[in-house]
């Protein structure tokens, strides 16, 4: 079954770096474009970045462009997001998803990043 | 890249129906006939209800159906189960490898 695993959440001082990961298993992953939504903690959902299958297409959110990078590894079945110059406003639960068609029909569970000194 | 705009709550008697506006333009929801529905239980993660517009995925109840109008799409509940209560969200592809979500509906059962 399809499953995917968030990790690398946690705390961090404003304006430092923190990388989030998640570990793919169940499908092709190497087949599939992949993105990254966010969920501040009682608000709403806010799509932050796609990779395509080869890793040659991204694209981000105008709030994150810039600062945050989306990568993958298709021989680990990794996706990776990197998040640089973070922001209070950047505290979030996020969540790697796998789309269907152009909907996400797999999400993960979630790794909450707090940005705060 | 505005949020779709969607109304904070809707509401509904068991059986009943209810429809759950949302609104983008011609740039995301009235572009494209990609628009996606989403259900979300506190603390769990977004499930994918509606894809495509109107296509539901396997396993999900056929009484939820999605339709769209130019630049608003919608998402109707029919026959409203105690366990439908959620948030909502919709999303629709903007073009470029871009998504945008709506701000969410809480959906209460009376």
């Known amino acids: 079954q399809v499953q995917l695993v968030e990790s690398g959440g946690g705390v961090v001082q404003p304006g430092r770096s923190l990388t989030v990961s998640c570990a793919a298993s169940?499908?092709?992953?190497?087949?599939?474009?992949m993105q990254w939504v966010r969920q501040v903690p009682g608000k709403g959902l806010q799509w932050v970045a796609f990779?395509?299958?080869?890793?040659?297409?991204?694209n981000y959110a105008d709030s994150v462009k810039g600062r945050f990078t989306i990568s993958r590894d298709n021989s680990k079945n990794t996706l990776k997001l990197q998040m640089n110059s973070l922001r209070a406003e950047d505290t979030a639960v996020y969540y790697c998803?796998?789309?269907?068609?152009?909907?996400?029909?797999?999400w993960g569970q979630g790794t909450l990043v707090t940005v705060s000194s | 890249q505005s949020a779709l705009t969607q109304p904070p709550s809707a509401s509904g008697s068991p059986g009943q129906s209810v429809t759950i506006s949302c609104t983008g333009t011609s740039s995301d929801v009235g572009g494209y006939n990609y628009v996606s529905w989403y259900q979300q239980h506190p603390g769990k993660a977004p499930q994918l209800m509606i894809y495509e517009v109107t296509q539901r995925p396997s396993g999900v109840p056929d009484r939820f159906s999605g339709s769209k109008s130019g630049n608003t799409a919608s998402l109707t509940v029919s026959g409203l189960q105690a366990e439908d209560e959620a948030d909502y969200y919709c999303?629709?592809?903007?073009?470029?490898?871009?998504?945008?979500f709506g701000g969410g509906t809480k959906l209460t059962v009376l």
């Open positions: 169940g499908f092709t992953f190497s087949t599939f474009g």
């Open positions: 998803a796998k789309p269907y068609s152009y909907g996400l029909d797999y």
């Open positions: 999303s629709s592809y903007a073009g470029s490898y871009l998504w945008v």
């Open positions: 990779i395509s299958y080869d890793g040659r297409d991204k």
